[in-house]
């Protein structure tokens, strides 16, 4: 039976069935993600190598966004959700059974590193573009502060995927990550909505129609300057963002012995613990900012201003934080992690109300495609830069490109930008 979308009821069975799912496979992602990154460490000893595996992991970002978000547009979102993760806990059962199998090599990761990157870029445009339309227009806001809570939360995983990682190795954990997969997929597969953007009257007919369609996208983004603009700001901020995410772990593994972090004194060495430490804080940033997005409203009015506000806060933040005492980085990255969550909330809640339903895969394609070139240059030039310069300056220099961006594209485009922001929802 299909659920009414209008009802007042933000907890629905489709709702809830999607956010278990989503819970369950975040939860392995976050368990062998992290102990990806150790591994890539220990094998190559290069920092540059790690941002590389991470560059390659975004490459597939790139392009599969943009291709996918005029086929979501016209086939089941839902379908595409639960198929994807069948196949990607299938990959990391293979996965898993190469490493058992002592046949690790950094070219099989990156073989396995490109396909989990083209299935998860794929999956965020279907994801992004299904769940407002299993939630009224009025709790919109509430449903995306639940998914705000939701990412960090599924981050504490690192804790336990660098204790496992240093005691059973890491097969485990991309089994554990392939079950994940399977039990979301399963969760999935029992939605029932109803999706009135497929077009029946369309199957794929060769490539003219599907450049038709991804044409038209593109010159409703264009046509739209805050829609516009906020998809460039964003893409300067994820190369801002990757640059620092590609360098804090190679930094805190380095200067361990200089930062003196007294909890690694009793477990292991390396510094995987003093990075968990410091992002726990980030990671209990945002799940406060989530819940206090979840049970408060802010004025309509004030959204645009409340979102620069702390667009340039975290700029400048996170561009000084590493040459601050390690006890003082946690208090920040709590305070930045709560400040991202309310920016995030405003802006996804404004694009997604905002932008039509048969458009709306398109537009989530487009910006995840700018996000991800900003992710991937962010990785690949703080990666190289990092080889011969302090990764402290690499990360100050990124943020200080990011704040310029606030002034010269968000201050200036507020008039386009404000309509978006401000929507009351």
């Not at 309310?342 to 700018?370: C, E, H, P, W």
């Amino acid at each position: 039976m299909l659920e009414n979308k209008n009802s007042t009821k933000l907890w629905t069975k489709n709702f809830t069935i999607l956010t278990l799912g989503t819970v369950v496979s975040m939860l392995g992602n976050a368990l062998s993600g992290f102990a990806i990154g150790l591994l890539i460490l220990d094998y190559t000893g290069s920092t540059f190598m790690f941002a590389l595996s991470m560059v390659i992991y975004n490459i597939p970002k790139f392009m599969m966004p943009i291709v996918a978000g005029p086929l979501l547009d016209k086939f089941s979102r839902r379908k595409t959700i639960y198929v994807l993760d069948f196949i990607s806990g299938t990959l990391y059962a293979m996965l898993s059974f190469l490493m058992w199998k002592e046949w690790f090599s950094y070219s099989v990761l990156i073989f396995f590193t490109l396909a989990l990157g083209s299935i998860d870029s794929s999956y965020t445009v279907a994801y992004e573009s299904l769940y407002p339309n299993l939630v009224s227009d009025e709790n919109l806001s509430k449903a995306n502060s639940i998914t705000s809570i939701i990412m960090p939360l599924t981050q504490v995983m690192s804790l336990f995927s660098a204790i496992l990682y240093n005691t059973v190795g890491i097969a485990p954990l991309f089994l554990i990550n392939a079950l994940s997969f399977y039990i979301a997929a399963i969760f999935e597969t029992m939605i029932k909505v109803d999706e009135k953007h497929i077009r029946y009257d369309r199957k794929l007919k060769g490539i003219k129609p599907y450049l038709s369609d991804l044409k038209e996208g593109i010159d409703y983004i264009k046509g739209e300057k805050g829609l516009s603009a906020i998809t460039f700001y964003f893409g300067i901020t994820m190369f801002a963002s990757s640059s620092m995410s590609s360098l804090m772990l190679p930094f805190f593994r380095r200067y361990n012995d200089f930062l003196k972090f007294p909890f690694e004194s009793f477990i292991f060495s390396k510094g995987e613990y003093t990075f968990i430490a410091v992002m726990a804080f980030a990671v209990t940033g945002r799940v406060v900012g989530g819940i206090v997005q979840y049970r408060t409203r802010y004025p309509a009015e004030k959204k645009y201003l409340i979102a620069v506000l702390v667009y340039l806060t975290i700029c400048i933040v996170e561009g000084v934080i590493l040459f601050l005492p390690v006890a003082v980085i946690m208090i920040l990255n709590f305070m930045t992690g709560a400040l991202g969550v309310t920016s995030y909330n405003i802006r996804i809640t404004g694009t997604q109300k905002y932008v039509s339903d048969d458009k709306r895969a398109r537009f989530n394609g487009v910006f995840l495609m700018t996000n991800n070139i900003g992710m991937i240059l962010g990785n690949l030039i703080a990666g190289t830069l990092a080889e011969f310069m302090p990764m402290r300056a690499v990360i100050a220099l990124a943020f200080g490109i990011n704040l310029i961006a606030v002034f010269f594209i968000v201050h200036r485009r507020r008039a386009d930008i404000k309509p978006i922001y401000n929507i009351d929802a």
